[in-house]
């Protein structure tokens, strides 16, 4: 058999570490797998509920209410002009981001390093040239503008270009600002490149101030999300991209006859659901900005405890992760043998129950000592109920975000104490 090799996932791998860990009765902190602490809002999960019966296949590209609400919605959050033409729905934002790299025949693929676990091996499947753009905590993680020229301006011309970008970032947690998604657009427009900007956390950057790289470049911009992360419906398989109207027509209908040849449609009932998911009314609007909140005082509070140690983190803007540099403890962790993130992130798991992914998961140099961290693992649905009870209830104290998430992280705050020790040791 000749098969292709895909490197196996390595959130699986600490899952099964973990289990294992489990089973032995040990105490384990679960810093290791993203998934949003949050569920999808009543009136979304209702609306899943009636629409189960719909067993019929939708648009390739999506039902046209659905695209119409899509299109509308993230006009107004993002602030850009988009038509119904340039929006897609498919089965899951990933599948929509591979299918994107299908869509050219032969590219060049730049990836940051930091960058998201699946990238790198879907530049493999789509059979295109990869290449690494480094970045260091002192840009914070950030892409270097004069880097990246360099880089593309190393690739032959008649090869397409494509930089992908995930913000706010998974693994770093960090947001682009508008003036340096800006600066990058102007370096991709000077190489006719394109962007594929992952968007998927863009409507959980903490304070809202998410800047769409489709504002700052929308003549070959690319953009995708989806119901996962900001509306807790990862497993419900359900992505959206979007382009401005500056984007040729002919790279949607690309993508349209790659989703007839791939996925078919994102499945009925869930298009039904994300319907009453992407009405921008009060409901929404109130329930997004009580995530951002909370998830900025847990951000801000496992941040500030790790901030006093040698680890090195920046405080998070957005998702649910801060990217750890243990760099500055490299003598220290040389001494007991831990040269490499996987060294790391085995003895952090092994002796205080630590479950981090290393950072070479994320295209990092091993020797870089990074990790990342994931905080969501506590009740996002309980923090909401108690702070609307707080609320209504007119009790300020019941109503103060900090206290009632303080109250509801209490294994977050011991598990980021457990670090804090391992790495005082
Ligand atoms: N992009 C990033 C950066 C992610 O972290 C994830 C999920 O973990 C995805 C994309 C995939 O999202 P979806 O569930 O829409 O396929």
Known sequence: MT?????????????????????????????GFGESPFSPPARVRA?????????DYAPVRGMAELRALVRDFHATVDGIDLDDRRILVGSGSKILLLNTLLAFERACVVLPQPSWVSYAPQVALAGHELRLLPTTFEQRWRVDPDALDATLAAVPADVEKVLVLDHPGNPDGLAYT??????????LGR????????????????????????????????VTGGLSKWCGAGGWRLGIQFAAPEVPLEMIETLSAIAAATYSCAPTPVQHAACAAYRL???????LGRQREVLAAVAGQVGAAIGGTDIRVHPGEGGFYLFLD???????????????????????????????????????????????????????????????????????????????????????????TALVDWSGT
């Not at 009636?50 to 067993?55: G, L, N, S, T, W």
């Not at 508008?178 to 370096?187: C, D, F």
């Not at 707080?390 to 977050?412: E, I, K, N, Q, Y």
Request: proline residues 3%; aromatic residues 4%.
């Open 3 to 31: 098969l292709r090799h895909v490197e196996p996932s390595p959130t699986l791998a600490i899952n099964e570490h973990c289990a294992r860990l489990d089973a032995e009765g040990r105490t384990v902190h679960r810093f």
């Open 47 to 55: 609306a899943l509920q009636e629409a189960a019966p719909r067993v």
């Open 178 to 187: 508008a003036a340096e998604l800006e600066a990058l657009g102007s370096v």
């Open 191 to 222: 190489h006719g490149a394109w962007a594929l900007s992952d968007e998927i956390y863009g409507l959980v950057h903490h304070t809202g101030a998410h800047v769409s790289m489709a504002r700052a470049y929308p003549e070959r911009t690319l």
């Open 281 to 287: 009314d009060d409901e929404t609007t109130t329930h």
């Open 326 to 416: 243990f760099s500055s403890m490299r003598g220290r962790l040389a001494g007991r043998g831990i040269t490499t993130d996987l060294e790391l992130c085995t003895a952090l798991l092994e002796e205080a129950g630590v479950a981090l992914l290393p950072g070479s998961a994320f295209l990092m140099d091993p020797a870089a000592l990074t990790a990342r961290l994931a905080y969501v693992d506590f009740d996002g649905d309980a923090v909401l109920s108690d702070l609307t009870a707080g609320a209504s209830a007119g009790d300020a104290a019941a109503g103060d975000v900090a206290t009632v998430v303080a109250r509801h992280t209490t294994h977050l705050s011991t598990g980021t």
